[in-house]
T-cell receptor, first 113, second 111 residues
């Protein structure tokens, strides 16, 4: 089966600019996650979707981060405006249902300068 | 507070040697524990998953153990290869779907 697709792989922007990441989960996977992984740390959950509904966005900095999964399939994560501390790898993962083992995409490496 | 701690933070071994990575957790109520391998620039890939009743699980040269009483897990790598160089992340899930990631152990295998 095809894996979780993410784009772009790399992005460099200046602080205060906007950026968007895209994720296409494994076909049929109802649950989709966005994680932020700062260098040297484990991934931190930003937001979790079940179909097109938000299950958990308690750690999403909502003043600058937003995410949507309008049709319950692919998803976008946006940062507006970006800060230097947003430099990280943004990982998308999907699973067939809540709590199941899930598959990660290769991530988008964001550098804010 | 649900936490996952991994040790060591980094490890360097020679090719062909064995090594053991540790994961201690306080996540409760415990549902399952997963070990992931994350190559540089890639997303994590699942190695093993264990539930409360499982003590050990193998995946090729990787063997994970779980002691649910002491809330400890280990990942043993046998006959290491250069391709084993990666970060190994322990992820513990609670029954309320609260998932906690360890910071990972960075393993370097040298020839």
């Amino acid at each position: 089966e095809a894996g979780v697709a993410q784009s772009p792989r790399y992005k460099i922007i200046e602080k205060r600019q906007s950026v968007a990441f895209w994720c296409n989960p494994i076909s049929g996977h109802a649950t989709l996650y966005w994680y932020q992984q700062i260098l040297g740390q484990g991934p931190k959950l930003l937001i979790q979707f079940q179909n097109n509904g938000v299950v958990d966005d308690s750690q999403l900095p909502k003043d600058r981060f937003s995410a949507e999964r309008l049709k319950g399939v692919d998803s976008t994560l946006k940062i507006q405006p970006a800060k230097l501390e947003d430099s990280a790898v943004y990982l998308c993962a999907s699973s067939s249902r809540l709590g199941d083992g899930y598959t990660f995409g290769s991530g988008t490496r964001l550098t804010v300068v | 507070k649900n936490q996952v701690e991994q040790s060591p933070q980094s490890l360097i071994i020679l090719e062909g040697k064995n090594c053991t990575l540790q994961c201690n957790y306080t996540v409760s109520p415990f549902s399952n524990l997963r070990w992931y391998k994350q190559d540089t620039g890639r997303g994590p890939v699942s190695l093993t998953i264990m539930t409360f009743s499982e003590n050990t699980k193998s995946n090729g040269r990787y063997t994970a153990t779980l002691d649910a009483d002491t809330k400890q897990s280990s990942l043993h790598i046998t006959a290491s290869q250069l391709s084993d160089s990666a970060s190994y992340i322990c992820v513990v899930s609670a029954y309320n779907n609260d998932m906690r990631f360890g910071a990972g152990t960075r393993l370097t295998v040298k020839p």
